[in-house]
Structures are given as structure tokens and as C-alpha cells.
């Protein structure tokens, strides 16, 4: 209730903000390039060429026929131009406003692309945090319930002891309680580090002074939880506000701040939160997250680390060596 009351507010706003400063930020990023190509000649061709490979080849047509609608109207042939970028001296006259009318063109398409593919894939993304959000809270709500019921809930299943799959009760009941007991335990942890990962980027963008600070927080926490794809997701509103607010040089910064905060995540927090909660060697965690994704992607990275611990404990039978401080487990009552 607190966070609906409090934070959910200045995040709504936050998100506004950012929406309307867009056209801002699109000036800044053309001055930001020009600013690049200025003390740097040399990059002009190459960005160039990055942006057009982002773009579809009908829109970098279309950019081709206004650059030359352009050249015509400006009087500026295409020699010219060749021999500006030959020279890789910055443009003078003219041709320095045909080349400001390019970067213009080139910046406002990319970024009207990226815009029409973030709508494409919007109702997608909305369905899917609406459902991640009802199961959420249904979680919540059974978890409820079944604590507020827990006594009448373990002496009915207690009762299948007696009953007909009672030898079935007793193979598997130890063996599905600790399971459920390591999952536990393993969202547990991923929770813990993707609020340490939340609080640390957060005295990050505090003390670089980056605005809209609330709204970065909850999509850094929510992107958390998606492995790899989930840092370049939070990281890019991240550098574009920090772009807005304080030029190329601050959003280099934003940039490191983010790559130490992961790199942190990845070989530090990971491994020891997940080898504290689940009792395994850091290096073996480390090990499991890898292979766990690249074989099976989120539930890999989510399921990975309890399945082969339970795998290494209780199917195979290796004992761990701290004995007093394995998972508890209940023994049915008689």
C-alpha cells in the first residue's frame, strides 16, 4: 500500500516528464554527434554508417531522397560533400548545413523507428506485466491463505499417511517439501539481489544527480529479473535521461556506474547470495547461472541453482559438509 501510495504517483509523473522531454533529448543526441564529429573527423562515416545499418532500407531510401531534395536546394553538389569527408575537415557554409540536415534526418529516423517498434511491441509488454502482476498478487493471496490455515492444512495432508497411497505418501512427501523449500529459498535470493542491485543503482543516480530517479529505480528492480536482456532494458532510459541532463560526458559516466554495478551483480552477488541461501560453492553457482541460461534461458537462470542442488543432495546422495545448517525438514507425524 505504501508504494501505491507513495512511489506509484512520482513514478507516473516521472514517466511523463521523460515522454515529454523526447524532442529535447532527440536535439541532444544530434549535438552530442556533431560535437563528436567536430573534434573528431574521422567518426563521421562510421556513425553514419551505424545509424543507416539500424534503419530499414525503405526508410534510409527515404532519407536518400530528402538528402537530395536538399543538395538541390542548397546548391551543394555531391563532390563537395566527397571531398569534405575525403578531407576530414569540418564543414564549412553550406555544406555544413547539408551535413546538420543529414545527422537531423538520421537521428529523427532512427529514433521514429524505434519509437513505432516500442508501440508494435507495447500491448505485448503491457499483457504480459498486467499477467506477471495478477499472478503476483493471486501468489500473494494463496500464500495467505494458506498460512492463516496452515494447521488444518498439514493434518489433512498428514491424513494420506493412512489412506490408500500412503507407501507413495512416504517416498514422496520429504522429497517435494524439500524441493519447494529450495525453490524457496532461490527466488528469495534473486529478490535480495535485485533489490541490492536496485539500491545501489539508486545512490549511483543520487549522487551523479540524474533526474526522474523514482521511475529508473522500478524499471532497474523490475529488469532485474531478466537475465542479460534485462541490463540493456534498464540501462538505456538510464544514459538517455543522464544524456538530457548533463551531455556525453555524464552519460559515459552513467554507463560505468551500470557496468560495476553488474559486474558486482554477476561475480560477486550471485554466487555468494545464492551460496549462502542454497549452501553451494560460489564458483559452482557461478558455473550453474551460466550454463543454466544459455541452455534454458529465465526459468534456467530462476530453477537452475535449487534443481542441482537437490539434484547433488538428495538424488545422488553427496552430503554437504556444514551439516547444522542444511534446510530444515518435517517430519511427518505418525
Keep these: 500500500m505504501g508504494f501505491v501510495r507513495f512511489v506509484a504517483p512520482n ?6 516528464r521523460l515522454i515529454g522531454n523526447l524532442p529535447q533529448i532527440e536535439m541532444r543526441l544530434i549535438e552530442t554527434k556533431n560535437d563528436l564529429v567536430t573534434r573528431y573527423p574521422t567518426l563521421r562515416q562510421p556513425l553514419n554508417g551505424f545509424i543507416r545499418s539500424a534503419l530499414t532500407d525503405s526508410i534510409n531510401l527515404e532519407v536518400d531522397r530528402a538528402l537530395a531534395v536538399e543538395r538541390e536546394r542548397l546548391g551543394v553538389t555531391e563532390e563537395e560533400i566527397a571531398a569534405v569527408i575525403e578531407s576530414e575537415m569540418p564543414p564549412t557554409g553550406l555544406v555544413e548545413r547539408y551535413f546538420a540536415r543529414q545527422d537531423q534526418l538520421h537521428v529523427n529516423a532512427l529514433m521514429t523507428e524505434q519509437f513505432a517498434k516500442v508501440r508494435e511491441r507495447a500491448p505485448a509488454a503491457i499483457n504480459m506485466v498486467y499477467r506477471a502482476t495478477a499472478t503476483t498478487l493471486l501468489a500473494l493471496l494463496f500464500s495467505f491463505l494458506v498460512l492463516t490455515d496452515l494447521g488444518r492444512i498439514k493434518r489433512g495432508v498428514q491424513r494420506l499417511r493412512d489412506s490408500r497411497i500412503g507407501d507413495f505418501y512416504d517416498e514422496a512427501a520429504q522429497p517435494v517439501l524439500r524441493f519447494g523449500l529450495l525453490v524457496g529459498r532461490a527466488i528469495e535470493a534473486q529478490a535480495m539481489i535485485a533489490t541490492i542491485n536496485t539500491v545501489l543503482t539508486l545512490i549511483g543516480l543520487l549522487l551523479m544527480k540524474i533526474p526522474l530517479v ?34 556525453l560526458g555524464l552519460s559515459l559516466g552513467v554507463i560505468g556506474l551500470v557496468v560495476f554495478i553488474h559486474v558486482v551483480e554477476a561475480y560477486l552477488l550471485n554466487p555468494l547470495i545464492y551460496g ?16 543454466g541460461y544459455h541452455a534454458f534461458g529465465l526459468w534456467g537462470m530462476l530453477l537452475g541453482v535449487p534443481v542441482t ?11 554437504f559438509r556444514q551439516r547444522s545448517r542444511r534446510l530444515p525438514v518435517p517430519v511427518p507425524e505418525a
Design 11 to 16: 513514478v507516473a509523473s516521472e514517466v511523463n
Design 214 to 247: 523514482a521511475m529508473l529505480s522500478v524499471i532497474v528492480f523490475a529488469c532485474s529479473f531478466i537475465p542479460v536482456l534485462g541490463v540493456f532494458i534498464s540501462t538505456t532510459p538510464i544514459v538517455l535521461v543522464a544524456l538530457n541532463a548533463g551531455g
Design 276 to 291: 549462502k541461501h542454497l549452501k553451494l560453492n560460489p564458483v559452482l553457482t557461478l558455473i550453474i547461472l551460466y550454463v
Design 309 to 319: 542442488r537437490y539434484f547433488i543432495h538428495d538424488v545422488i546422495g553427496i552430503p
